[in-house]
């Protein structure tokens, strides 16, 4: 039988071997130190790669385990996968904790403390302020930007942007949030838009893009150019004047601007149109232009600078005066039949007088006696016009002209007479009116001849388009005449036909004559006058008509004479 003592002391050393064995499992078993988190970025930031590493602190662990929280909330649990540390991936945003648990086979011994760290996988926000997008510039210019960048979690700190337009990155360091530079460059980019291209990192090294923004390049001149107001060498009667006026680009334009010459004083800015549509004609009236002649030219500038002006000018002369008429004829007082020349002429001290617009109200006439007015109009080139007229007198005896028809007088006169050279006729033996500066004669036209020191008359009386009734004068002959026709006519009565005449055509109104002296024998069975024509009123039949009672007493006197000859005879044969 066991004595109790020996139950006591027996117990005691099972109690003993109990505790002790505890003591040296516990002291086997203790929880890992040294916790550190390895291939961060930052002490307290990541983008969710990194490892996390301890010291074990006992000798007979079996595993550790990884108690994981998220924003304080077990997120998940792990074991280590190495002998004292534990790989983390993962890029869902938070603050995580790990907590390290020492195991063996029989007890879980945790970490009495933890370790953190914020894992931050979004991207900078990158926003450009005071930037017009689409901005037009030269590519000699450089590029200002004013970049904001701002991180919710890690921050800038190391932040750069990273700038890129032309294919050469700039790099600006973020400073408070900001990065800025007003020299990027545009250096050999062509005409057109081109995207800016602006890249930031955060503290982590996320890597954010802002390409939303452009820049338009134009190196490229506008065209500036006139329309169809003014045309060029505009002669104006109103000091006010509309000009069309245009600035074309291939991108946008911007100003307009009307330039005069006031040649005292240089070019001067007249109009401007600072916001002028591209390509669109502006149409505008400058008013109250001082007379005088002007040049005018248009210049406009894009948007980008560029410049040009219009190639062509505009040269308008502004008059507003009318200008002076001067007639006169001289000499200032003739006989009948005799010749005035009257001229419609003026001044003008602005545009100049329009010789176009210069007219006469009446031709100058000698035919019938007493005071004439010959009434002149003068217009210079803006338009204004002036009057005035000159007098002039006819002395003498009227003339008039016989009708064909019945011998009664008319009171016919004609309206221009040609003038010949002071030369006889026949010495200058033909004249074609298809020469006169008119090319040919009128209705009441007449060409003046000179004939054994007599002045006589060749006109149309009468014209027609196939027709003309020609007069020979100063005994008044008249012969109509068809076209290709023509007549000879013996108008001193001495037996020879003096002068031919034939119409060779009539155009415009006017008849294309040949008047040609003759010294031809009348042929016995010829009367005065032989034409190829029709209406024929001969000398003799005028003679006759204009006798009283219509008899030809011709007959009579050649009688007459024919018994003086007989008589004289007779008396000189009796005295022999």
């Given at each position: 039988m066991v004595d109790k003592k020996e139950i006591l002391i027996i117990g005691t050393f099972i109690f003993s071997i109990v505790i002790l064995s505890m003591f040296?499992?516990?002291?086997?078993?203790?929880?890992?130190?040294?916790?550190?988190?390895?291939?961060?970025?930052?002490?307290?930031?990541?983008?969710?790669?990194?490892?996390?590493?301890?010291?074990?602190?006992?000798?007979?662990?079996?595993?550790?385990?990884?108690?994981?929280?998220?924003?304080?909330?077990?997120?998940?649990?792990?074991t280590n996968d190495s002998i004292s540390g534990y790989s983390f991936s993962n890029t869902t945003e938070a603050n995580y904790t790990f907590t390290i648990g020492a195991v063996n086979e029989t007890l879980d011994q945790l970490n009495s403390t933890n370790i953190s760290m914020y894992i931050d996988t979004t991207a900078p926000s990158i926003l450009v302020t005071n930037y017009t997008n689409a901005t037009t510039k030269k590519n000699t210019d450089q590029l200002t930007l004013n970049i904001n960048v701002t991180d919710a979690l890690s921050g800038e700190t190391g932040s750069q942007c990273l700038i890129d337009v032309n294919g050469t990155n700039q790099t600006v360091v973020v400073t408070g949030n900001w990065c800025n530079s007003s020299s990027i460059n545009l250096t050999n980019l062509d005409d057109g838009y081109h995207i800016i291209n602006i890249w930031v990192n955060d503290t982590v090294n996320n890597l954010g893009l802002n390409n939303s923004f452009f820049v338009l390049i134009d190196t490229t001149s506008p065209t500036a150019s006139f329309g169809t107001n003014p045309i060029n060498n505009y002669n104006s009667s109103s000091a006010d004047v509309?000009?069309?006026?245009?600035?074309?680009?291939?991108?946008?334009?911007?100003?307009?601007?009307?330039?005069?010459?006031?040649?005292?004083?240089?070019?001067?800015?007249?109009?401007?149109?600072?916001?002028?549509?591209?390509?669109?004609?502006?149409?505008?009236?400058?008013?109250?232009?001082?007379?005088?002649?002007?040049?005018?030219?248009?210049?406009?500038?894009?948007?980008?600078?560029?410049?040009?002006?219009?190639?062509?000018?505009?040269?308008?002369?502004?008059d507003t005066t009318s200008p002076s008429a001067s007639p006169a004829c001289t000499p200032s007082t003739v006989e009948t039949s005799e010749t005035v020349t009257c001229t419609c002429g003026g001044s003008d001290s602005g545009s100049g007088i329009n010789s176009g617009a210069t007219s006469a109200s009446s031709t100058p006439s000698t035919v019938n006696s007493g005071t004439f007015t010959y009434g002149c109009s003068v217009a210079d080139y803006a338009g204004n016009t002036a009057s005035a007229s000159a007098t002039y007198i006819v002395e003498g005896q009227s003339s008039s002209g016989s009708s064909s028809s019945g011998g009664a007088t008319s009171t016919f006169s004609y309206s221009k007479t040609i003038p010949q050279t002071a030369q006889e006729f026949k010495d200058i033996k033909k004249i074609e009116t298809s020469s006169f500066s008119g090319g040919g004669l009128r209705a009441k036209e007449r060409v003046k001849i000179k004939f054994n020191d007599e002045e006589h008359f060749v006109g149309i009386r009468e014209l027609t388009e196939t027709s003309a009734t020609i007069e020979i004068a100063s005994d008044p002959v008249q012969v109509k005449l068809d076209v290709g026709e023509d007549a000879k006519v013996d108008f001193d009565e001495d037996g020879y036909y003096d002068i031919y005449v034939k119409l060779n055509k009539i155009i415009s109104g006017k008849a294309d004559i040949t008047i040609e002296y003759l010294n031809e024998i009348i042929p016995e069975e010829k009367g005065s006058v032989e034409t190829t024509g029709e209406d024929v009123t001969p000398r003799e039949e005028i003679e006759k008509e204009s006798e009283p009672g219509g008899k030809n007493y011709t007959w009579l006197w050649i009688l007459i004479i024919v018994l003086v000859i007989v008589v004289g005879a007779g008396i000189k044969y009796k005295k022999k």
């Open positions: 040296f499992v516990l002291a086997a078993v203790a929880a890992p130190t040294g916790l550190i988190i390895n291939q961060n970025v930052t002490p307290l930031y990541d983008e969710g790669n990194f490892t996390v590493n301890w010291t074990a602190g006992g000798v007979d662990q079996a595993n550790f385990t990884i108690y994981i929280y998220a924003d304080g909330v077990l997120y998940t649990t792990d509309v000009f069309d006026l245009k600035c074309a680009d291939g991108y946008s334009a911007n100003d307009l601007v009307l330039y005069g010459n006031w040649t005292s004083s240089g070019w001067h800015a007249n109009q401007t149109n600072a916001s002028s549509v591209n390509n669109t004609f502006w149409n505008i009236t400058v008013s109250g232009i001082v007379d005088g002649t002007y040049v005018w030219g248009v210049y406009c500038n894009d948007s980008a600078g560029n410049s040009n002006w219009s190639i062509t000018n505009r040269t308008v002369t502004i």
